[in-house]
């Protein structure tokens, strides 16, 4: 209705334009020459307004033609049987126009909308194919739908948790009696039919995938009437191919992790149980010597016993504790306790503790006097050392040299290594034994060692990798951040000494 009035409007104002233009040569102006101007306002007319302006248009170019270009002029009455044939000619002509122009128009506008349709359901499909996240696309997809149909309300209803949800929505929100009209009483979601439905000033079109319905589609009823509903069930198949799509990528997901969650569980287990089991049979074998009766042992065999358990039991609270630390420490809740500290100190502090677990290998230090101090939690980093040095002895040869030893770098860090004379680590896997539980076809622990250096190291910022040896064998190397503000201190220092 608008439309037609515009053009109405339109083609009155340009025929009012062309009577006034051609009233002062209407004597030299034939009566068919004036006929043909006065198409222009028709077609005008068509054009802006659609069949229904061409035909008023016509009627009042009728009018006009009468009442100024034929003689008599300023009276409707018709003299001359010519003039009456010329006035027949022009209706008979100006309608069939009308017609044609208005039919022209349509096919042009059906084209113009038929393309952006196909572009529009192009980027659609494009998004599907990036595998966007649903909330994404939905919010694309209405939006869509909004332009494309001229709908000043559209919105997407999806199941969760049982009922339908609005899940996106573009325009002027639905009102609540609108969506107390549209939403489906329990149990009907099942049944509901693809087929648009019109619910008062809505439409409702529901979103089918394999042969179910997933949801609602909703949008103003003047917006997909007619030939519309074609191009409409093609948007709300792309919805309800979306939703499928991300609901079948939500249930893959969580039984991927579901099975992963089971596998690292019973790898965990049987890791902790493993790393565990050593400690607590060498202190349950002393305990029940110690506890049995009929056994004689002497004061030394006894003190012997007493210091393996207790050994074995700091074991098994370094462990414990190690494990704690490396998980509040990757939830972000444990930070190094740093101190400035010579690594030197730290390396022997290492070796000293573990002198009669290295199985008969020689360690040979390699860490410089000269190296600037480093600001770092020493029980980390002592643990790194440690995880590290049993790593090589676990794996090395019996009787070979581990070599630990330090570089400093042009980047204000320390590179610390631990070479061994082991069968090394092929290049495919250097990332992959620092994960959490993955070990060695030769060791039978479950690398948690290396999963807590790794963590340790990675808490003080700094970074840790496998290269191959010299000579053969693996070299776990690691950086340590260098005490700056020490070094500042000692240049300030060795100023004012001079």
């Not at 643990?383 to 049993?390: D, P, S």
Request: proline share 5%; glycine share 8%; hydrophobic share 50%.
């Amino acid at each position: 209705m608008k439309r037609s009035a515009i053009g109405t409007l339109a083609a009155l104002a340009s025929m009012a334009a062309l009577t006034a233009a051609m009233l002062p040569l209407r004597a030299s102006l034939s009566i068919a020459t004036t006929a043909l101007v006065l198409v222009v306002p028709v077609v005008i007319g068509v054009v802006l307004g659609g069949f229904v302006a061409g035909v008023i248009s016509v009627a009042f170019g009728f009018l006009v033609y009468d009442f100024f270009f034929i003689p008599p002029y300023l009276t409707l009455w018709v003299g001359r049987t010519e003039n009456w044939a010329a006035l027949g000619v022009y209706v008979a002509v100006m309608l069939p126009v009308a017609r044609t122009v208005a039919v022209l128009d349509g096919a042009r506008a059906r084209e113009r909308r038929q393309g952006t349709e196909l572009r529009e359901l192009f980027q659609l499909s494009g998004l599907l194919v990036e595998d966007k996240p649903l909330d994404e696309l939905l919010t694309a997809v209405v939006t869509t739908v909004a332009e494309v149909f001229g709908s000043p309300q559209v919105a997407v209803f999806l199941p969760r948790n049982s009922k339908l949800e609005l899940a996106a929505a573009a325009g002027e929100p639905l009102s609540a009696e609108q969506v107390h009209r549209v939403l489906p009483s329990p149990g009907e979601l099942t049944r509901l039919r693809a087929q648009p439905d019109v619910r008062g000033d809505v439409l409702v079109h529901a979103l089918t995938a394999a042969g179910r319905p997933v949801g609602l589609l909703v949008l103003s009823a003047e917006s997909a009437a007619g030939p519309e509903l074609e191009p409409l069930t093609l948007f709300a198949n792309q919805i309800a191919l979306a939703v499928e799509r991300a609901q079948l990528r939500e249930q893959a997901l969580r039984s991927r992790l579901t099975e992963e969650v089971e596998r690292l569980a019973k790898t965990l287990v049987a890791a902790v149980s493993h790393d565990l089991r050593t400690p607590l049979a060498r202190i349950k074998a002393s305990s029940s010597t110690l506890a049995d009766t009929e056994m004689e042992l002497d004061a030394g065999a006894r003190q012997s016993l007493a210091a393996l358990i207790d050994k074995q039991a700091d074991r098994l609270a370094d462990l414990v504790q190690n494990l704690l630390d490396m998980s509040r420490i990757q939830a972000g809740v444990l930070q190094p306790r740093r101190t400035v500290t010579a690594l030197a100190e730290i390396v022997s502090g290492v070796v000293a503790d573990l002198t009669q677990g290295l199985r008969g290998h020689q360690v040979e230090l390699d860490v410089a006097d000269s190296l600037p101090p480093v600001d770092v939690d020493v029980t980390l980093i002592s643990r790194v050392l440690t995880n590290l040095l049993e790593n090589a002895v676990r794996h090395a040869p019996r009787g070979t040299s581990i070599t630990i030893g330090a570089r400093p770098t042009a980047t204000d860090a320390v590179v610390v290594f631990v070479s061994d004379r082991g069968p090394g680590v092929s290049p495919d896997r250097r990332d992959e034994v620092f994960g959490l539980l993955t070990r060695r076809d030769s060791d039978a622990g479950a690398g948690l060692g290396l999963s807590i250096a790794k963590t340790f190291v990675e808490a003080h910022g700094q970074s840790i990798w496998v290269d191959d040896a010299p000579g053969g064998g693996a070299k776990f190397c690691f950086t340590l951040p260098v005490a700056q503000l020490i070094a500042e201190e000692t240049k300030l220092g060795a100023v004012a000494h001079r």
